[in-house]
């Protein structure tokens, strides 16, 4: 928890990542220090999911380095691969559940792969897990397609901490949720990060998060973090788009009463 | 790297203590990693402290704690309470106790899972089977209702027609499909002239493999085989499509604009169905007949000229017009057992591959029961 905080869990330098003619991120730097949230925005299509995928090794780079836990994730064999995704968990945009199993079976999937547990442990950890995302028990035999947007995203988020992981990678963990259930599911991501001593790195589109979450923010513009900080420097930036953003009109009532 | 090495399982130290007390010594790391010896260490000292009414666990000597040894931690309290004791835990540090309190508040109530019969399970697949093939039959039904209601429609009002979509399917389910069926029609004739001559050679007979070349490629192999490409090729891309479309569902978002799938998604595909396989199943036939001919020449010595005016012999317009007459019903029934599957798909990936093996087996099983049904109705009336 307190160990080590501060210094940089993830490490991005100079990175290129590019479709075809088009660099989407390029020249791009940045930290993530252990035990914060950091909260990346940017507009639609900035390359938020491709830096993020690019991050836990999904696409590759052209340029750059990223070092993970002090490990080059580009450079490693399959083996230390092994190790290190097994010290960081993954929410995807969609939940990624598997859909042929249930929801106990997707979040002791990981455990099955990677650890040799009995199987009452097995069932009381699945639960507990569920139970720490705000699920009940007998969500345990239902299957992903009977299961609502929320539910989804909270399974997926057990899943993603199923083995206690260092790191959480959420991308849009409350788009579709309503304005309640988003909240909720924001004040969830920070007892657990409180709790677990998590290191969270989020893509978000809601102002509510950022406020309510972020330890710090980074803007995601024109292939570079153009600007990064807690919420106060976003406010007090001049940058355009960032004014924009945390100004416009969707943001006042985010705003209201916090500054 | 936390010093808990040395015995196996010591993780978790027993002590006992005068007066019926017990004190359990905790230290290492409680981690995931360690998880499965953990285990096997709690259920130790659960073991000692039973007929115990006090026991103490000592958390000051563990450098990590994560949900995994936190929950084990959490059980063995339940656990020494279950059987009559009373555990206590000193020496937590603190920045453990939010971990401790939120694991503290599982709420452990198993889903019952029930148990059943295995006479009773063993009769419900046989029920639910049945109940499934029904179902089948009434979903086919519906389906040819459907299919139908939107042709006569169409009908009314012609101009409602996706002729685009149509011809696009036809482009992929006829044209795009040429080559490999040509392909095999050639070789399935070949290897049936060659076949007949190698046997009936021995009784001088080499001339009635022409007729049977004919009429068998004519009124019935040549269909079949094509159909049985057809349900493998195309009806399992519908199957896939249409499966993918519901999962997604687009097909929802057409209902709710007041649209019918069935007219937009299926008729489409069945219309270009229906005139791809007719369409198919002549140059299938041309082709299996050229194939014949071909080894008629080169391996049964027989000239070219020869082979054509035996079979002008042997066959009539009959044999060339049933076989023709049959490949639109086919492609009715392979079209419709796949657009039935896609819509029958579930959420599930799984559902879709389950869905889309369905879909070409089921037809490949209406084709060649429809082509034993059509024999027998020809037989009736004397062709
Ligand atoms: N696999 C891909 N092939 C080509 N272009 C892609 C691919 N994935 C993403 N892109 C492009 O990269 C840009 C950033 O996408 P993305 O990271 O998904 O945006 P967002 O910030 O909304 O998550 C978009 O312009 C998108 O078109
Ligand atoms: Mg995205």
Same mark, same amino acid.
């Given at each position: ?16 990542? +590019? ?90 999937? $990981? ?53 206690? $992981? ?32 998590? @290191? ?60 | ?104 508040? @599982? ?10 019969? $295995? ?138 604009? +007041? ?96 869905? @889309? ?27």
């Amino acid at each position: 928890m307190s160990e080590g905080a501060g210094e940089a869990i993830i490490h991005v330098r100079d990175l290129t990542v +590019g479709f075809g003619a088009v660099d989407v991120i390029d020249g791009l730097s940045l930290d993530v220090r252990r035990g914060e949230v950091l909260g990346l925005v940017g507009g639609s299509g900035a390359g938020k999911s491709v830096l993020m995928r690019t991050i836990i090794g999904l696409l590759r780079q052209r340029r750059g380095k990223i070092e993970v836990f002090g490990c080059d994730v580009g450079g490693m064999r399959a083996g230390e691969r092994r190790a290190i995704e097994r010290r960081w968990g993954v929410l995807f945009q969609h939940g990624a559940l598997f859909s042929a199993l249930s929801v106990r079976q997707n979040v002791q999937f $990981p455990m099955r792969e990677y650890l040799n547990l009995s199987r009452r442990l097995r069932d009381e950890i699945a639960i507990a897990k569920l139970e720490m995302v705000g699920l009940d028990a007998d969500v345990c035999e239902k299957f992903p397609a009977q299961l609502s947007g929320g539910m989804i995203k909270r399974v997926a988020l057990a899943r993603a901490l199923a083995l206690d $992981p260092e790191i959480v990678f959420l991308d849009e963990p409350t788009s579709g949720l309503d304005p309640i259930g988003a909240a909720d599911f924001d004040e969830l991501i920070r007892t657990l990060s409180r709790t677990l001593g998590l @290191t969270v790195y989020m893509v978000t589109h809601d102002l509510d998060s950022l406020h309510a979450v972020c330890d710090r923010i980074a803007v995601l513009a024109a292939g570079q973090v153009i600007e990064d900080g807690p919420i106060s420097t976003m406010l007090a930036s001049d940058h355009p788009w960032i004014r924009s953003y945390f100004h416009g009109r969707r943001s006042r009532a985010a705003n209201n009463g916090r500054i | 790297m936390d010093g808990s090495t040395g015995l196996a399982g010591d993780q978790l130290m027993t002590s006992a203590m005068p007066g019926g007390r017990v004190e359990l010594r905790a230290q290492g790391a409680w981690t995931v990693e360690r998880a499965a010896d953990l285990e096997q260490s709690v259920g130790r000292a659960l073991g000692a402290s039973k007929a115990v009414r006090s026991v103490d666990i000592d958390m000051g000597a563990v450098a990590r704690l994560d949900t995994y040894g936190a929950w084990l931690l959490e059980r063995l309290v339940r656990d020494i309470a279950a059987i009559g004791g009373e555990a206590r835990i000193t020496g937590l540090a603190p920045r453990f106790h939010t971990l401790v309190g939120a694991i503290g508040r @599982t709420n452990l109530a198993p889903p019952a899972r029930i148990r059943h019969n $295995p006479l009773v399970a063993a009769l419900a697949v046989v029920g639910r089977a049945t109940l499934e093939a029904l179902l089948d039959l009434a979903r086919f039904a519906q389906m040819t209702g459907a299919l139908a209601v939107a042709f006569a429609r169409i009908v009314a009002r012609p101009w409602t027609f996706r002729l685009t979509s149509m011809v696009h399917h036809l482009d992929r389910v006829g044209w795009r499909a040429l080559p490999i069926i040509v392909l095999i029609t050639f070789l399935l004739g070949a290897i049936i002239a060659q076949q007949g001559i190698f046997h009936f050679r021995q009784f001088n007979a080499e001339f009635f493999v022409v007729d049977m070349l004919g009429v068998l490629v004519l009124r019935e192999i040549g269909v079949l085989m094509v159909c049985v490409m057809v349900a493998g090729r195309s009806g399992s891309a519908y199957t896939a499509e249409l499966g993918a479309m519901k999962m997604r569902e687009e097909i929802d978002a057409l209902r709710t604009m +007041g649209l019918d799938p069935i007219a937009i998604l299926v008729a489409p595909r069945i219309a270009a169905l229906s005139l791809a396989v007719p369409i198919l199943t002549f140059v299938g036939s041309i082709a299996a007949l050229v194939g014949g001919g071909v080894v008629f020449w080169l391996y049964g010595g027989m000239a070219p000229e020869i082979f054509l005016s035996r079979l002008r012999d042997a066959i009539t317009l009959d044999h060339f017009a049933i076989g023709l007459f049959k490949a639109p019903f086919m492609a009715l029934v392979i079209g419709i057992v796949a657009s039935v599957e896609g819509l029958a798909v579930a959420g599930s990936a799984e559902s879709l591959g389950r869905r @889309t093996t369905a879909s070409v087996v089921k037809a490949i099983f209406l084709v060649i029961l429809l082509d034993g049904l059509f024999a027998m109705f020809f037989a009736a009336i004397g062709k």
